[in-house]
């Protein structure tokens, strides 16, 4: 009795049965013929049974005593094909004998290399983009579509010079494709990872990118949301069954320390006596409705109940009638001059003085322009190392350059934070990214004509405010998340006696 080694092809292990299938890929046709072959080959290689499919292993003669052993494995190998192959295509190879015959059958039909098929390819790789997927899923589709396009493609691997510089080559694009998909909200991390030299491997920057999407929480689906900004939404809110009611006028959903009928009706209010005309920046929530809806106003808009955002649904900016806004700029600007402060104005200013805090970092002036934050002030930052990047400088407007040592990050309340500050030694101010900060702290900005609003994304509570100084906007005050009903509430309180 002849001996077979362990590693000889032809030997069968007790595992090696007929009905099992080696892969999950099913052949269908040209379309799919490439995944399935590369499965194929894998795990016959696993099975130690390639031989039998690429002619290394033949069969012996007739009067060898490994025939026998040789048409078993034979067998069992054609089985293996057989199992992964669709029911169409089975009737043109179910009575073949030889697995070598079936496979070059296999092969020859369907393996169709074509200009059609790359041109394919390639169009899906430039169009795939991110989209809502998250970042490891975008990924492997466009893995997938590199891996068939270089099963398709014979690249060179002599190791000569041309060959090292062909395979670098085809890095880099892969590289520029990934990153050509990632969604806009990548686009400060895109930027520092085209400006280092040399260039990362796909591999490194995937990593740098998926430790983007870590810290900032950026998991698609975490909310829904539209392509409509998020200012466009109406500001619907709900309010919380806690039975407030007003002991001055017997209605649910006020106090009696805000009811309109002792502190005054707002303009768009029927009953108001005060000039009559249209409100400063009205949007529908207080044009439209009907009666119904302006006497939910009534009851609900100044409540001290905290209210929620419906879920899924974003917040929309503020809304001033004339008068809130000229009481607004008087308060910004008490700070600017030693004017006494008027009485109407007590019960606002208290509000404003108990729930904002000074940043004691110094005033930020407010760019929309600019990538990312900067400071003059060493001090004001903590974990601060040193910077390293190939781009170490920042152009100033007058053409010249001026180096970037360190970045950081400051706090500026108990739940606000500026991450990557970037410490620029002769800058004479700070820098706040309006694009950074509102994508880092899931916020939106709304511009009025001498101020702006800091407010949160879901629920419409306003984080900050920022005035005009000198024609630049600045935020130096910082409001502890104020209810955008306080907020309406300090402006109605002003006519109260």
């Known amino acids: 009795m002849t001996t077979i080694d362990f590693n000889d092809p032809i030997y069968l292990h007790p595992s090696d049965t007929p009905g099992i299938n080696l892969v999950t890929e099913q052949l269908i046709g040209n379309e799919n013929y490439g995944v399935w072959s590369r499965a194929m080959l894998i795990a016959l290689r696993a099975k130690n049974k390639v031989g039998f499919i690429n002619g290394s292993c033949l069969k012996p003669d007739q009067n060898s005593?490994?025939?026998?052993?040789?048409?078993?494995?034979?067998?069992?190998?054609?089985?293996?094909?057989i199992n992964t192959v669709s029911k169409e295509l089975l009737g043109g190879i179910v009575y073949a004998t030889d697995a070598l015959a079936v496979w070059r059958d296999l092969k020859e039909r369907f393996d169709r290399i074509n200009g059609s098929r790359i041109f394919s390819i390639h169009r899906d790789i430039v169009c795939l983009s991110q989209g809502s997927a998250t970042v490891s899923v975008y990924f492997s589709k466009l893995r997938e579509l590199?891996?068939?396009?270089?099963?398709?493609v014979t690249l060179p691997s002599c190791g000569c010079p041309t060959s090292r510089a062909y395979l670098e080559h085809d890095q880099q694009q892969r590289l520029l494709q990934f990153l050509m998909g990632l969604n806009d909200s990548y686009g400060s991390i895109r930027s520092q990872i085209l400006m280092m030299c040399p260039l990362p491997t796909v591999s490194h920057a995937y990593s740098m990118i998926s430790q983007e999407e870590s810290h900032h929480g950026i998991i698609a689906?975490?909310?829904?949301?539209?392509?409509?900004?998020?200012?466009?939404?109406?500001?619907?809110?709900?309010?919380?069954?806690?039975?407030?009611?007003?002991d001055y006028c017997n209605l649910s959903g006020h106090t009696k320390e805000t009811c309109y009928k002792l502190v005054g009706y707002p303009?768009?209010?029927k009953l108001y006596k005060g000039k009559k005309g249209d409100s400063f920046f009205f949007n529908q929530r207080f044009t439209k409705g009907g009666e119904q809806n302006k006497r939910h106003m009534v009851n609900n808009s100044i409540s001290e109940t905290e209210t929620d955002v419906k879920d899924g649904q974003p917040a929309s900016p503020l809304v001033f009638t004339p008068s809130q806004y000229q009481q607004i700029l008087k308060l910004l600007s008490k700070d600017d001059s030693n004017e006494e402060q008027t009485d109407h104005m007590?019960?606002?200013?208290?509000?404003?003085?108990?729930?904002?805090?000074?940043?004691?970092?110094?005033?930020?002036v407010i760019d929309s322009g600019a990538n990312d934050h900067m400071t003059a002030d060493l001090k004001c930052l903590n974990s601060v190392h040193p910077y390293i990047s190939n781009h170490d400088s920042v152009k100033l407007p007058n053409g010249n350059t001026t180096k970037i040592t360190h970045i950081g990050t400051t706090k500026i309340t108990d739940k606000l934070e500026l991450h990557d500050v970037l410490y620029v030694p002769d800058f004479t101010f700070n820098l706040l990214s309006i694009s950074k900060f509102t994508k880092d702290n899931s916020c939106f900005v709304v511009f009025y004509p001498n101020f702006?609003?800091?407010?949160?994304?879901?629920s419409g509570k306003i984080m900050g405010i920022g005035k005009e100084k000198q024609g630049l906007l600045t935020i130096g005050l910082f409001i502890k998340w104020m209810s955008p009903m306080h907020f309406f509430k300090g402006i109605y309180m002003k006519k109260s006696t």
């Not at 007590?346 to 930020?364: D, H, R």
């Open 65 to 81: 005593p490994l025939l026998h052993q040789w048409e078993r494995c034979n067998a069992i190998v054609l089985s293996w094909i």
């Open 146 to 152: 590199w891996d068939e396009y270089a099963s398709l």
């Open 221 to 246: 689906g975490t909310h829904k949301q539209s392509d409509v900004p998020a200012v466009f939404y109406s500001n619907t809110y709900k309010k919380k069954e806690n039975g407030v009611k007003c």
């Open 267 to 269: 303009s768009w209010h």
């Open 346 to 364: 007590a019960n606002l200013a208290g509000i404003f003085t108990s729930l904002m805090s000074v940043c004691t970092k110094g005033e930020w």
């Open 452 to 458: 702006c609003l800091f407010q949160d994304q879901w």
